[in-house]
């Protein structure tokens, strides 16, 4: 498999392997217990009741999804940012972004979606 990383088989390729390695450790179901696991993933320490509950705390949380799901397979910690700009900023850096259709794809990972570009 030689692809070029700018063709379109290698990104569809790579889409469909970042959503799959999300969905191993994190789930693909939309179940309160994966959000709640998320939350507390995120050191999100407040106990949620509702999915409604987890999107909202969510939603405050700058992560990198490519260092989200490494840290699931190295162990390191979660590295979060304290706003948008320092998140695009970083991404853009180290060119770790997520493809945007597999993260549409799910409606658990959609909601850790940022807008980059």
């Not at 692809?3 to 569809?12: E, H, I």
Request: aromatic share 10%; hydrophobic share 40%; glycine share 6%.
């Amino acid at each position: 498999m030689n692809w070029s990383p700018r063709s379109k088989t290698y990104k569809r390729e790579r889409s469909n392997f970042m959503g799959s390695e999300f969905g191993l450790h994190f789930g693909t179901e939309s179940k309160l217990q994966n959000w709640q696991a998320l939350c507390r993933e995120l050191q999100i320490d407040i106990p949620m009741a509702s999915i409604t509950q987890c999107r909202k705390a969510l939603a405050r949380v700058h992560v990198n999804l490519v260092d989200l799901i490494d840290s699931r397979r190295t162990g390191t910690a979660i590295k979060t940012f304290s706003s948008l700009s320092a998140l695009r900023v970083y991404t853009l850096d180290s060119g770790k972004v997520f493809p945007k259709n597999a993260a549409k794809r799910d409606g658990f990972l959609k909601d850790l979606l940022r807008r980059i570009w």
